[in-house]
C-alpha cells in the first residue's frame, strides 16, 4: 500500500523510510513527493487539455448551441467539482496520517479490499492504458497529415507513421519519475494553447471567408441516430474532460499538501475554460453539422487547404508534441506498476539492478501500445467504450462516493444529496454511453481491418 505517514520537517526521508520498510518500488521511483501547486497545476493540465478536445465541435453537431453549450459549462462545473472532491479527501487521510498515493489505495481503504483490487485498479488501468494507445494513434494520424500535405502521392501507411511516434514515445517513456515531467508538462500546457488558439483562429477564417461549407446548425438523421447522437456527444464533453489519475497527480505534491491541490487545479481549468469554450465554439459556428470528429481535418476539403499549408502544419506540430506529453503522463500508473514489480526499493533508484529492468518493461510497455494502435486503427471505437466504463465512474461517480464515507455529512444536508444525484446521474449515463459505444461497434465492424490505413 502506498501510504505516508503523518507530515513534519523531515516529511520526505519519513517517506522514504516507510516507502523502503513497505518496499513499495512503485511509490518510491515513479510517485515521488517533492513537487510544488505549481507543477501540479501543469500535470492537470497535461492529463485533461488533449488534442481529444478538438472533438468537442463534432459533439455540438448532434447538441446543437443550446444542449452543446450546456454539457460544456455543465462539464466543467462538475468536474472542477468532483475533483476538488477527491483532493479534499486525500488530505484528510494524509492528516490523519494515510497519505494514499493510488487510486486503488483510496478505494482499498474507503470502500473496501474488493473494489481496490477488481474494479478501480483494473478500470483505471484500462482507461490509463487505452489513453496512451489513443495518443499514440492520434499522433500518427497528425504525423500522416502532415506526410499527405507535402507528398500527396506518398505512398506511406498509416501504421508507418503511428510507429515513428511510438518511437518518439519510446525516448520520453524513459523519464524517471511523474514529477520528472514536470517542465515537459508546462511545455505541452503552453502547446495546448497553441493548437487550440490555431484552430480557433482557422475556424474564424475560414467561417467568415467564402471557402467554407455552408452553414447548418440543424440536427440531422433518423430520430434513433438523433438519440445515439446525443448519448454520444454527452459522453464525447464528459470524457474530455475525464483524468482518472487525480491521486496519483498530488502524489507528486510535496507534504503538507494542504491546499496545494486546489490552486493547482485552478491553474488547469483556466487553461481548460479558455481551450474548450474557444475550440468548440468557433468549431461548430464554422462547420455547423459538417464538424468532423477531428476538427483539424475540416481545414482540408478533397485534399484542398481552407487555410495555408503551413498553419496545418504547424497546428499538427503543436499537436503531435502535445501527444506525446499525454501519452507519457497516462502512462505513469503502468511505469508505478512495472516499477513495483521489477525494481528492487532497497537499491539506488539509478543503480544497473534498477534501471535495466526499468528500461526493458518501459519499452515493452510502448512497444506493446504502438502495436495495437498500428494494429487497431479503429480503437477510438474502442476507447470509447473503455471510457464510458472507466473515465464517467472514475471522475463523476467515485469522488462523490469516497466524500460521503470519508466525511459522513448528514443525509439530510445538500452536500450528500448533491452528490448523491451526481453519482447516480453520471452512474446512468455511464451505462448509456456504453450502450452508444457498443452500437458504434456494432455500425462500423465492417470496415475494421488490422493495420488498415484509414
Not at 526521508?13 to 515521488?32: I, P, S
Not at 507543477?39 to 455540438?60: E, R, W
Not at 505512398?155 to 517542465?183: D, N
Not at 468549431?283 to 470528429?293: E, I, M, P, R, V
Request: neutral net charge; glycine residues 8%.
Amino acid at each position: 500500500m502506498g501510504f505516508l505517514g503523518p507530515s513534519s520537517a523531515g516529511g520526505v526521508q519519513e517517506r522514504d523510510d516507510h516507502l523502503l520498510k513497505e518496499r513499495d518500488a512503485g511509490a518510491l521511483f515513479v510517485l515521488k513527493s517533492e513537487g510544488s501547486w505549481m507543477h501540479c497545476g501543469y500535470h492537470l493540465s497535461t492529463s485533461i487539455v488533449a488534442p481529444p478536445l478538438l472533438s468537442l465541435p463534432y459533439a455540438f453537431a448532434f447538441l446543437g448551441w443550446t444542449g452543446g453549450i450546456i454539457c460544456l459549462v455543465i462539464g466543467a462545473v462538475v468536474s472542477f467539482y468532483s475533483y476538488n472532491l477527491i483532493s479534499l479527501v486525500l488530505e484528510h487521510n494524509a492528516e490523519m496520517g494515510n497519505r494514499h498515493l493510488r487510486f486503488r489505495d483510496m478505494a482499498y481503504d474507503i470502500m473496501g479490499p474488493i473494489w481496490g483490487k477488481f474494479y478501480v485498479g483494473p478500470i483505471q488501468f484500462l482507461v490509463c492504458y487505452g489513453a496512451v494507445v489513443g495518443s499514440t494513434l492520434l499522433g500518427g494520424e497528425c504525423l500522416k497529415t502532415i506526410y499527405k500535405l507535402s507528398n500527396p502521392d506518398g505512398t506511406m501507411k498509416l501504421f508507418e507513421f503511428i510507429i515513428i511516434f511510438g518511437c518518439l514515445m519510446l525516448v520520453l517513456a524513459q523519464v524517471p519519475s511523474f514529477h520528472s515531467l514536470r517542465h515537459i508538462n508546462l511545455v505541452s500546457l503552453v502547446l495546448s494553447l497553441l493548437y487550440s488558439a490555431c484552430a480557433t483562429g482557422a475556424s474564424i477564417y475560414i467561417g467568415l471567408s467564402s471557402k467554407g461549407p455552408e452553414k447548418d446548425y440543424s440536427l440531422v438523421g433518423s430520430t434513433e441516430s438523433r438519440i445515439f447522437g446525443v448519448f454520444n456527444a454527452v459522453a464525447i464533453i464528459a470524457t474530455t474532460y475525464g483524468n482518472g489519475i487525480i491521486p496519483e497527480i498530488q502524489a507528486t505534491l510535496a507534504p503538507p499538501v494542504k491546499g496545494k491541490m486546489f490552486r493547482g487545479l485552478c491553474i488547469c481549468y483556466v487553461v481548460v475554460v479558455t481551450t474548450f469554450f474557444s475550440v468548440a465554439i468557433s468549431g461548430y459556428w464554422a462547420f455547423g453539422n459538417k464538424a468532423d470528429a477531428l476538427l483539424l481535418n475540416n481545414f482540408l476539403v478533397d485534399g484542398e487547404a481552407l487555410v495555408p499549408k503551413w498553419f496545418i502544419l504547424m497546428t499538427n506540430v503543436f499537436a503531435i508534441l502535445q501527444l506525446s506529453a499525454v501519452g507519457v503522463v497516462y502512462l505513469q500508473p503502468t511505469n508505478e506498476v512495472l516499477e513495483n514489480m521489477f525494481a528492487d526499493p532497497m537499491s539506488e533508484e539509478f543503480s544497473s539492478r534498477n534501471v535495466i529492468p526499468r528500461l526493458i518493461s518501459r519499452s515493452t510497455s510502448v512497444a506493446v501500445a504502438t502495436t495495437i494502435a498500428a494494429m487497431l486503427p479503429f480503437f477510438g471505437d474502442i476507447n470509447s467504450l473503455i471510457g464510458s466504463f472507466g473515465f464517467l465512474p472514475l471522475d463523476f461517480v467515485l469522488p462523490m462516493v469516497f466524500y460521503n464515507l470519508t466525511f459522513k455529512p448528514s443525509r439530510r444536508s445538500p452536500i450528500f444529496g448533491l452528490n448523491i444525484a451526481i453519482a447516480a446521474v453520471f452512474s446512468a449515463g455511464a451505462v448509456i454511453a456504453a450502450v452508444a459505444a457498443v452500437r458504434q461497434i456494432a455500425l462500423d465492424a465492417h470496415t475494421y481491418q488490422l493495420f488498415a490505413d484509414v
